[in-house]
């Protein structure tokens, strides 16, 4: 059977992608997820980077080189 063709009046099938609120809503969540990650990497560029004081080890880890042996002469 074939299709008759569409009449003027009549509306278009709402197959298409752009007439799904599943896919709108998608788009929405990864505009607003990535419009949140430019604006966190704004906010965070402009904020100083402290110091933060440590001892020798942080969890057991030691926070220096160790020292290079001297040379034997």
Known sequence: MERPPPNETEPPPRESWYHQPLVWIGIVL???SVA???WLIAVSSQAEDEHVPAGDK??????????P???PP
């Open 30 to 32: 990864f505009v607003a």
């Open 36 to 38: 949140g990650s430019v």
């Open 58 to 67: 942080v969890f057991g880890v030691p926070t220096r080189s160790p020292q």
């Open 69 to 71: 042996a001297s040379a």
